[in-house]
Nanobody, 125 residues
Framework: QVQLVESGGGLVQPGGSLRLSCAAS????????IGWFREAPGKGREGVSC????????YYADSVKGRFTISRDSAKNTVYLQMNSLKPEDTAVYYC??????????????????WGQGTQVTVSS
């Protein structure tokens, strides 16, 4: 059974850090580009970051550049999103998803195939 599970969300103060994990079962993440999206109440799903399968090319939305870092751990079949210098506007449900490299369009949610259930990130004092 193909499954993606996000974890690592929580409540953090502005300026703090969190590391989100996207763990896969039933398939190997290395064969896919993996994207992170977020969805805040009343807003659409925003592409935050993506890492390609073939060459590890990375994408970051302008709103998170310099603060977020995406990475893979092949041995753990997991992709991480390290989030530093968090701001209240980063508050959202964060999702990871898979995409074929041949369809590489990192900010387009319609190019992604499998999605996790999401993890809540709340940045508040």
């Amino acid at each position: 059974q193909v499954q993606l599970v996000e974890s690592g969300g929580g409540l953090v103060q502005p300026g703090g850090s969190l590391r989100l994990s996207c763990a896969a079962s039933g398939f190997t993440l290395d064969y896919y580009a993996i994207g992170w999206f977020r969805e805040a109440p009343g807003k659409g799903r925003e592409g935050v970051s993506c890492i390609s399968a073939s060459d590890g090319n990375t994408y970051y939305a302008d709103s998170v550049k310099g603060r977020f870092t995406i990475s893979r751990d092949s041995a753990k079949n997991t992709v991480y999103l390290q989030m530093n210098s968090l701001k209240p506007e980063d508050t959202a449900v964060y999702y990871c998803a898979t995409m074929m490299d041949s369809d590489y369009d990192p900010a387009n949610p319609y190019e992604y195939d499998y999605w996790g259930q999401g993890t809540q990130v709340t940045v508040s004092s």
